[in-house]
């Protein structure tokens, strides 16, 4: 898979996360249904996290997350018991933005070889397409939660 493939269905992915982030009311970003643990700001963090894991620290060698976000997004993380302080959409939506343009870069700079090798677990592209679908599954999570709210079925808005 070349870079202009994986830089495309990144545009897309990301796109969808930020459209739910955007239009979602203040009061839904951090609800989550009794019995679940995770909102749509950690939906879309958790995104975040992955592409820096999976795509940016692999190919460069280091997160270029902002300081203390990691604890709130990782793998690890525990959105329900996390009291913050978190990061507003705002600043969320930036470091998505940020990032996808990052991503685009570096995509375009790396060796086309490292990018199609998606056979198995280890290969580079597998990475970027894992973290791709990643971050498509959790934009499908935050929308579910958006149209709850939106049927007025969790905070109002």
Not at 119 to 137: F, N, Q, R, Y
């Given at each position: 898979?070349?870079?202009?493939?994986?830089i495309a269905l990144?545009?897309?992915?990301?796109?969808?996360?930020?459209?739910?982030?955007?239009?979602?009311?203040?009061?839904?970003?951090?609800?989550?249904?009794?019995?679940?643990?995770?909102?749509?700001?950690?939906?879309?963090?958790?995104?975040?996290?992955?592409?820096?894991?999976?795509?940016?620290?692999?190919?460069?060698?280091?997160?270029?997350?902002?300081?203390?976000?990691?604890?709130?997004?990782?793998?690890?993380?525990?959105?329900?018991?996390?009291?913050?302080?978190?990061?507003?959409?705002?600043?969320?939506?930036?470091?998505?933005?940020?990032?996808?343009?990052?991503?685009?870069?570096?995509?375009?700079?790396?060796d086309p070889a490292?990018?199609?090798?998606?056979?198995?677990?280890?290969?580079?592209?597998?990475?970027?397409v894992h973290a791709?679908?990643?971050?498509?599954?959790?934009?499908?999570?935050?929308?579910?939660?958006?149209?709850?709210?939106?049927?007025?079925?969790?905070?109002?808005?």
């Amino acid at each position: 898979m070349g870079a202009e493939t994986l830089i495309a269905l990144a545009r897309q992915v990301r796109g969808r996360t930020m459209a739910i982030l955007e239009r979602a009311e203040p009061a839904w970003l951090m609800w989550a249904p009794a019995g679940t643990a995770n909102h749509i700001l950690w939906h879309a963090g958790h995104a975040l996290w992955a592409q820096d894991v999976l795509c940016i620290e692999l190919l460069t060698g280091r997160s270029e997350l902002p300081a203390g976000w990691a604890k709130h997004f990782d793998m690890e993380s525990r959105p329900a018991a996390d009291k913050g302080p978190w990061p507003s959409r705002e600043e969320l939506l930036a470091a998505l933005k940020t990032q996808l343009g990052r991503m685009e870069a570096i995509l375009k700079a790396t060796d086309p070889a490292l990018l199609g090798a998606l056979s198995a677990p280890g290969d580079t592209g597998w990475h970027i397409v894992h973290a791709l679908h990643d971050e498509a599954c959790h934009s499908g999570e935050m929308y579910l939660l958006f149209k709850l709210c939106r049927a007025g079925k969790g905070p109002k808005g």
